[in-house]
């Protein structure tokens, strides 16, 4: 077994206790009571605690590994994490600065002459940014950005209150809001409060610092408990945004506190002393029982998020009703609401979803934050049940509708991630602000906790998700330590090397995922061919494996064709081009002179794998491998004919074009032009 | 010539003392001191004024007939008009009532205790519905509905301040509101004052009435003109929501003070002291030049009425930059904005137009007011040139994307007419109510003035725009007394005999409009061929008539498959079904028992034309043609089918069904059930 500690009652409140000296708050009374702190519950030491700290979740059957067990060298996420590191990370702070979200905190402590300045969840800002930096540190330090998070958690705590409250915008004139039925609906702030803790967390697990987890828990036990919840003269919770219910339940993690626990099952059951119109529960996926949703829908982020809450809730508890309804709104993302590159999120209206098989491309919402709650939600589903269909949405968002969010120079950002584009309406689609900055840290965030995302353990050995080169150093759930070493061009190329090494010959199961878009894979261990891989499922290779054991795996990656289910009306008769884990789409700016790219189609009437040519290019976007396919183009352009016209079976004329497909992940990196990712195919 | 009268100074003044008197407001100073009142327009009687009185617009080529020249009788609009004043009109006032419109104007002079209730626009439902009454009032006296429009103009004018100025919004303590710049945008003051200016007009010239008609010139000449426009200390006019600039253009035609045309133009040009961030000027489509404009962009209603005053504006002055911008805008519209409905605003959001070629159908808005603003718009655009493609889209709209917004009975109404339709999301897209109860209104008054849009004369002529069982009881342009009659069975059948009778025999030319959709017309005049008829042109029969002559047209109403420009991603691998004028949709409970709608394709493999089977239910819906074609379902549901999957060239299985199609103006009258117009063509 690992090196465990458990967290003893005096070891929680001595922290906290010099936590409070240095944010000069008085230790409340409840903090040296007793409460629900149940002594069966261990914890990790911070050092090896993973993403999520699911060891002890008695229904969860996949464990993560801690951040830093993971080490991702060069390669795809290898220059994407640098980059994020290097530039995005610190630019993003300089921004938040610019922006008075530094001040907001300052000025309360009268350090800054400034107003209060950007919207109710300007707060969170400041946390997601400071959780990027915190999973940044959990892969190597980084002084300068550890002394900027060290100062930041020094100016948030100061500004706590001894109620534990701690929140920049409802402060002076609008204190007396606070929780006021509609500021629960629209001011966010249990929102900031759940980044706080998420933010709190990570810098704890970077760390062992706890002055923000121990300010998390003041605000909860000291603010938030007492007051707020079921029963008694409590006041009634509406989580106006969802995101303190997977924040809960992951301090619960932390703290081993059940009530934290079961005030994340209150707020997911709604209370019904709130009223809302119809339309409100549907719009902020909360206020009702999460177990009586039948499908997704309103604000994306906020569906997801609550996904993700719902999910922690069900790894810990085993309720049913969770399980049920969580499976029956996954079949709805994956069978009639999520975009080819796993974005959500069909509507800008509301910043959500659509109706069933509503996935318009041009006016696509997908947000960046919905790819990355879709993403976690579905790590969430993978920790539950280690069925490699959740891991395959995990990879499709990850590489695809969450990575188009961020530019490659790591400086831009997009909102939005639109599967079709138009330039002419004069928008530029990446920016390096938004007064609504919620995708940009969210991205950084993401990027830096890569490395926890590409193992688990079982009882029954390792699982691995995702593919690049990486080194593992961990240990079984036995206690056998355990190397394990990628080497891979991975996804410009489906062979991977994977080194086995545990600290001496041991018997378990090394579960290989076989991706579900993969074809004709080929393993062999130390060269010896293993049947069975299957795609969409995890290839369970039971042996004793010894150190240096080799496995070698070949996944086909020919390009594939897609097409949608027809009832997607904004997808009939088109196709969209996948290569690995990648969608590709077709830019303006690298289709032959004089070709507009809304009036060409593919040509695919013959067999059509066979006919993409692939070719690496070293230079462009960072590295790409470019894909060519014969198109066509009508001789009338479609722009100058009319709107509308007789229907004539005879198939217009038309002249071959070649035409040249990239990642989607890649687009608008050059210049805003034309852009789709679904091309219509040629009449035959 | 017809008997004309020049409405001089003096007869003005003293309808404007009588209606003083009425309204207990002392005459103000400035109705008795000069203006810009040029002595060489002239007027028609009252009882002889059309929709727009551009008799004597210098650049209108047709003039209109006035609606009581018209006199529809039994047949498509006979029903529909009948259903309008019967059911549709008294219902909307007691709903008018219930939702205190009126105690809105009562509690101003102490006659209701109710608070304000409604919108900021709530004064423009009023004024619509008393216009409704005033259109349906010059196709003959309805007593009781005169006397309940006599009260309410008598109760508006009572609220009228010495000012001018009357709205029963900014009153109290919103008074110091009014008109202040942001108000300006979003309070429609202007707006309420164009649709009373509409009303008063309209119910002068149904009665001789001039109350309501001095209490808008008073609103005008009194508050608006001495301190509102361009030069000096008067302030700047911002146009949030178009619509006074074609009221004022028609109060001009009116009354020929050209200070009301100059207004109008100011407010078109925009005034730059008023500032409004870009996308301001985009949604409110005012504030900058309208001669800036290059295509139509945000909220529909409000480019579309803003079109009709340029247009308008046009009409009175011949400026060639507003006539190049209304071809531009005119063209984005046929060619990349409208719905083949005739309705336009692609989305939700902002009420608005999409991008070119945005035109999704399920999620449509396609709000009833801006299809009828286009069809408004389109009748300025036909007197401008007397170009049939005018005509064509004033038909395409009133038959299909209008006539779909009020239910068969009469008493429920769409706001918005998508074009494709799944009702398991819980709307019921038909309601008797809206609290912004635009549409209903807006669609009565277009019912009840629609004889003025049968016809027009021109100094050549006069000219047939809609067929319908009416007969014309008017004049050509030299005065010479002229009837006509149609009999018809339109747009079931496509013959029409029309018999021209002038006074005497009078060589002249009938323009007869041949329809785009037309094919294979048949002209006969009394009995003999006539050639040269052209689909989309009016056909110019020019001779000598004498009472009694008969024109015989045949129109070929074959069944037309309709495909969209391949840009339109949303009709893309679709057809649209079209008889005559009317635009056909599917509707779930037509079509076999368990053949789900969005499973279904239509089979033109072969020939399609001939493939339609035509029958006449007089019992169903009112009465339609309802058309079958041979359409197949996939034996698996796309239902039940992956989102995404492998494209495959085989076709999949499918077996034949019969589709039934019916006229989508009568959609959801039944139920509210699963409806498409766009639908599949079966991939051979």
Redesign the interface.
């Known amino acids: 077994m690992p090196k465990r500690s458990q967290i003893s009652r005096r070891q929680f409140v001595g922290s906290a206790l010099s936590a409070a000296t240095v944010s000069s708050v008085p230790i409340p009374n409840f903090l040296l009571s007793s409460w629900g702190y149940s002594p069966n519950t261990s914890s990790l030491d911070w050092k090896d605690e993973g993403i999520l700290l699911v060891d002890k979740s008695p229904y969860a059957k996949l464990h993560n590994v801690p951040v830093r067990a993971v080490t991702i060298s060069q390669g795809f996420w290898g220059a994407r994490r640098q980059t994020n590191v290097d530039k995005s990370i610190p630019s993003m702070e300089r921004l938040l600065e610019s922006n008075g979200r530094m001040n907001n905190f300052l000025r309360l402590v009268g350090k800054s002459d400034a107003a209060q300045r950007g919207p109710v969840y300007a707060d969170s800002d400041v946390y997601k940014w400071t959780e990027a930096v915190a999973f940044a540190l959990q892969s190597g330090d980084r002084p300068e950005l550890h002394a900027l998070a060290d100062k930041i958690i020094k100016e948030v705590v100061e500004v706590q209150e001894p109620s534990g409250y701690l929140n920049t915008y409802y402060v002076g004139e609008r204190a007396k809001d606070r929780m006021a039925p509609d500021v629960q609906r629209w001011g966010h702030e249990l929102y900031n409060l759940g980044h706080m803790i998420q933010c709190a967390i990570a810098f704890y697990r970077a760390t062992g610092d706890r002055t923000l987890l121990d300010a998390s828990i003041h605000f909860v036990d000291g603010y938030l408990l007492p007051n707020f919840g079921q029963g008694g003269d409590k006041k009634p919770i509406l989580s106006g945004h969802p995101e303190i219910e997977l924040a809960l339940i992951e301090l619960y993690r932390t703290t081993g506190d059940k009530r934290h626990l079961e005030l994340a099952g209150y707020i997911l059951q709604g209370d019904d002393r709130i009223k809302l119109p119809q339309r409100g529960y549907v719009y902020h996926f909360s206020g009702i029982p999460f177990t009586s949703r039948t499908h997704l829908e309103g604000h994306a982020v906020r569906a997801m998020y609550a996904c993700c809450g719902a999910t922690d809730y069900y790894l810990e508890t085993g309720d049913q009703s969770y399980w049920k309804t969580l499976n029956l709104l996954w079949d709805d993302l994956?069978?009639?609401q999520?975009y080819?590159t796993g974005g959500v999120g069909a509507?800008?209206?509301g910043e959500a979803f659509?109706?069933?098989y509503?996935l318009?491309?041009?006016?696509a919402y997908g947000e960046s934050c919905a790819a990355i709650g879709n993403m976690m939600w579905n790590w969430r589903m993978l920790a539950a049940t280690g069925d490699a269909r959740y891991a395959d949405v995990v990879e499709r968002a990850l590489y695809n509708g969450i990575n188009s969010g961020m530019s490659l120079d790591g400086t831009l950002y997009c909102y939005r991630n639109p599967l079709?584009f138009?330039p002419?309406?004069g928008d530029q689609i990446r920016h390096p602000w938004y007064d609504t900055t919620c995708c940009p840290p969210n991205l950084e965030r993401t990027f830096a906790s890569l490395p926890g995302y590409f193992y688990s353990t079982s009882k029954a050995g390792l699982y691995l998700h995702l593919y690049d080169n990486a080194q593992l150093d961990w240990h079984l759930e036995d206690g056998t330590g355990l190397k394990v070493v990628q080497k891979t061009n991975y996804p410009w190329d489906g062979a991977a090397e994977i080194t086995v090494t545990p600290a001496k010959p041991a018997e378990f199961t090394f579960y290989l995922r076989i991706p579900g878009w993969s074809d004709g894979t080929q393993v062999t261990i130390n060269g010896k061919p293993v049947s069975g891989a299957t795609p969409g499922q995890y290839l369970a290779l039971r042996r004793r494996w010894s150190p240096g054991d080799l496995i070698d795996v070949k996944f086909g990656m020919t390009p594939?064709?897609?097409?949608?289910?027809?009832?997607?009306?904004?997808d009939?008769?088109?196709?969209?081009v996948q290569r690995g884990p990648l969608v590709y789409c077709l830019e303006q700016l690298d289709q032959p002179e004089g070709v507009p790219l809304?009036?060409v189609s593919l040509d695919?009437?013959h067999e059509?794998s066979s006919k993409f040519h692939e070719e690496f290019h070293g230079d462009l976007l960072g590295g790409i491998v470019v894909l060519k396919h014969m198109g066509a183009i009508?001789e009338k352009s479609?722009?100058h004919?009319?709107?509308?016209?007789?229907?004539?079976?005879d198939v217009p004329k038309a002249k071959q074009v070649e035409l040249r497909f990239v990642p989607y992940y890649a687009w608008a990196n050059r210049a805003a032009t034309p852009m789709q990712v679904w091309t219509?195919?040629l009449r035959s």
Chains 1, 2 share one sequence.
Do not use: H, W
Not at 560 to 570: G, K, W
Not at 572 to 576: H, L, Q, S, T
């Open positions: 994956v069978s009639a999520m080819v509507r800008s209206q659509g109706d069933s509503e318009p491309n041009s006016t079709g138009d002419s309406g594939q064709v897609i097409e949608a289910n027809p009832r997607v009306v904004d009939y008769g088109r196709v969209a809304f009036d695919i009437r059509p009508y479609a722009s004919s009319a709107l509308y016209r007789p229907y004539t079976a219509p195919i």
